[in-house]
């Protein structure tokens, strides 16, 4: 079975600063893993793919295999950052996506 | 391109109800997903469809059921609503083909509270 754990639920810190959100998985086979963000009142939405390996508004995240994680990082987080992020694997042939429970970010001024 | 909707947007119904919510996909993506989302649970998924068949289904019982029409539309139902059913339900649609980070991309939702 496939399981995410995200093992804070709230992380709070200030403009400027690094932000990493953890992101454990456990996962028999090939994983595809993503980070989804919810800003307030908005939808979720893609905020990057591992397979992809791409920057998106600063944040990237690696996959690594030994440590089943895909922490999401930003070197200087921004108050507009602040929402909620998912961590989720799955896709491609098994056609569903198993979300972490979410961390809260707040970013300070 | 116009995003994921889902309607009604916000439900209330009772106990013992039924309900109905509706999806419609980016045009052509022809998969449509269905999460339910909680404080308590988190995302939890509830089935997908491709052209008009189930093909992954998560743990919920049978009064949650689904389908899809041939445009892709999907419509979720929930028999015999129990209090517990009041969650925001998602809908996601995507191209269907499980190609390597095939990207899901998520409604507004329909919020259900049940009385």
């Known amino acids: 079975a496939q399981r995410v754990t995200q093992p804070e639920k709230l992380l709070s810190v200030f403009k400027g600063a690094p932000v990493e959100l953890k992101c454990n998985y456990s996962?028999?086979?090939?994983?595809?893993l993503f980070w989804y963000v919810q800003y307030s009142r908005q939808r979720l939405q893609l905020l990057l793919r591992h397979i992809s390996r791409e920057s998106i508004k600063g944040f990237t995240a690696d996959l690594n295999k030994g440590e089943t994680s895909f922490h999401l990082k930003k070197p200087f987080a921004q108050e507009e950052d602040s929402a909620m992020y998912y961590c989720?694997?799955?896709?491609?042939?098994?056609?569903?996506?198993?979300f972490g429970k979410g961390t809260l970010l707040t970013v300070n001024p | 391109k116009a995003g994921v909707t889902q309607t009604p947007r916000y439900l209330i119904k009772t106990r013992g109800q039924q309900v109905t919510l509706s999806c419609s996909p980016i045009?052509?993506?022809?998969?449509v997903s269905w999460y339910q989302q909680t404080p308590g649970q988190g995302l939890q998924f509830l089935f997908e469809?491709?052209?008009?068949?189930q093909r992954n289904k998560g743990n919920f019982p049978g009064r949650f059921s689904g389908r899809q029409f041939s445009n892709s539309r999907s419509e979720m139902n929930v028999s015999t609503l129990e209090l517990g059913d009041s969650a925001l339900y998602l809908c996601a649609s995507s191209w269907g083909t499980g190609g390597r980070g095939e990207t899901q991309y998520f409604g507004p939702g329909t919020r259900l509270l049940v009385l």
């Open positions: 045009s052509g993506h022809r998969s």
């Open positions: 469809y491709f052209s008009e068949t």
């Open positions: 989720a694997i799955g896709g491609g042939s098994n056609y569903k996506l198993t």
């Open positions: 996962y028999s086979g090939s994983p595809e």
